[in-house]
Nanobody, 125 residues
């Protein structure tokens, strides 16, 4: 059974950095796409960054230039390096993965069928 487990969240001051990790277990097949999503209290879930099997990446406009998504295939791990954090980045961050080949938008939640439990990121001003 596929499982995704996030870690690396925490509390930082504005301008600080964090690196989130997501370990995938339960399969040896490389996913077609993986992504990071976030949801703040009272707000809708937002796609933050995504990476496809071919290595291409996509980012939400709100994080471009500050966040970087990457993979370490040997460790079945997905990362999200977050720099220059802002209070508005405060949210629960979720890792997601999908093995289906499709043309669904990379940052759409509907494009993913496996989700982690989330890790909290809090940025104070």
């Amino acid at each position: 059974q596929v499982q995704l487990v996030e870690s690396g969240g925490g509390s930082v001051q504005s301008g600080g950095s964090l690196r989130l990790s997501c370990v995938v277990s339960g399969t040896t097949y490389r996913s077609y796409r993986m992504g990071w999503f976030r949801q703040a209290p009272g707000k809708e879930r937002e796609g933050v960054a995504a990476i496809l099997r071919d290595g291409s990446t996509s980012y939400a406009d709100s994080v471009k230039g500050r966040f970087t998504i990457s993979q370490e295939l040997a460790k079945n791990t997905l990362y999200l390096q977050m720099n220059s954090l802002k209070p508005e980045d405060t949210a629960m961050y979720y890792c997601a993965a999908d093995w289906r080949i499709s043309a669904l938008p990379r940052l759409a939640g509907s494009a993913y069928n496996y989700w982690g439990q989330g890790t909290q990121v809090t940025v104070s001003s």
